[in-house]
């Protein structure tokens, strides 16, 4: 199984920038597509962004543009550049690789 620790969340002002990393253990890591999603209080957790093994990436409509998914498979970890932060993004910030555990998760609080 791939562990994931996720870090970088804090509290940041609407228009504001923040980088989420997450820490992925094992070998195979560079085999999985890897996703970050996010849950808001009294919501669903919902896909972000996503990138495949080969790099290819996909966004959630609400963050296009604004946010950016990346991958360094020396370092077992992915990112999310944040940009543009609006009140709406607050949320926790979860990583994933399919069929492991969940990590704990990076509270992300855009308030002025």
């Known amino acids: 199984q791939v562990q994931l620790v996720e870090s970088g969340g804090g509290l940041v002002q609407p228009g504001g920038s923040l980088r989420l990393s997450c820490a992925a253990s094992g070998s195979i890591f560079r085999f999985y597509a890897m996703s970050w999603y996010r849950q808001a209080p009294g919501k669903q957790r919902e896909l972000v962004a996503i990138i495949t093994s080969g790099g290819t990436t996909n966004y959630a409509d609400s963050v296009k543009g604004r946010f950016t998914i990346s991958r360094d498979n020396a370092k077992n970890t992915v990112y999310l550049q944040m940009n543009s932060l609006k009140p709406e993004d607050t949320a926790v910030y979860y990583c994933?690789?399919?069929?492991?555990?969940w990590g704990q998760g990076t509270q992300v609080t855009v308030s002025s």
């Open positions: 994933n690789a399919p069929n492991n555990p």
